[in-house]
């Protein structure tokens, strides 16, 4: 089943923050965060593995609570090229283990001068 | 290292035609997963192949096939198209089935006219 993200678009302001949350009706494995700007490819942000943990890059961290099957994208301090959508795809324990990620429906971030 | 390669990058075809897309992984994987992404109902796993071999596989009727080569590069194949499959395929790769991180390539954006 598809995870749910929400909010479904947000507007920011230049260094304004903001938080996409992506939540999952079953037992996660593993957590995967991309950012697709229009007519191009997704590209990889991070990955959260089952363990409850928190990764950063740069100003974009993520956490993952394995108990709640639910992961957040933090994005501080926000710069125009955040501009993009966002999505997670997420691998359960049966798929753990192979090439299938299950994407959420994505965020529309837009960042505004 | 180059990136993931997707030949062609558009095609225009007609109903009832069949239609063959490349995926060329980044040198050293050899797993490749095949999505695609529409408007409608976003980014949808079709297929995962390693070592040549189909390891799992979407909900897409038989019309949607694939394989990998000894190099690992992949194509699919759409036959009797129908006016839904107009989207973008995305193909993706990762070094093995151990290591999750999904690197995708451009995709081929695909008119069925």
């Known amino acids: 089943q598809q995870p749910v993200q929400s909010p479904q678009a947000v507007i920011l302001r230049e260094g304004e923050d903001a938080v996409i949350n992506c939540s999952s009706s079953?037992?996660?494995?593993?957590v995967h965060w991309y950012r697709q700007k229009h007519g191009e490819a997704p590209v990889f942000l991070m990955i959260?593995?089952?363990?409850?943990e928190q990764k950063g890059h740069e100003k974009i961290s993520a956490s993952f609570n394995e108990k709640k099957q639910q992961s957040s994208l933090y994005l501080t301090a926000s710069q125009l090229s955040y501009s993009g959508t966002y999505f997670c795809g997420t691998a359960t324990y049966g798929s753990s283990n192979t090439g299938k990620l299950i994407f959420g429906q994505g965020t529309t971030l837009q960042v505004k001068p | 290292k180059a990136g993931v390669t997707q030949t062609p990058r558009y095609l225009i075809k007609t109903r009832g035609q069949q239609v063959t897309l490349s995926c060329s992984p980044i040198?050293?994987?050899?797993?490749v997963s095949w999505y695609q992404q529409t408007p409608g109902q976003g980014l949808q796993f079709l297929f995962e192949?390693?070592?040549?071999?189909?390891?799992n596989k979407g909900n897409f009727p038989g019309r949607f096939s694939g394989r990998q080569f000894s190099n690992s590069r992949s194509e699919m194949n759409v036959s009797t198209l129908e006016l839904g499959d107009s989207a973008l395929y995305l193909c993706a790769s990762s070094l093995n089935r151990a290591e999750l991180t999904q690197y995708f390539g451009p995709g081929t954006r695909l008119l069925v006219l």
């Open positions: 192949y390693f070592s040549e071999t189909q390891r």
């Open positions: 959260l593995l089952k363990g409850g």
């Open positions: 079953k037992a996660l494995y593993s």
């Open positions: 040198s050293g994987h050899r797993s």
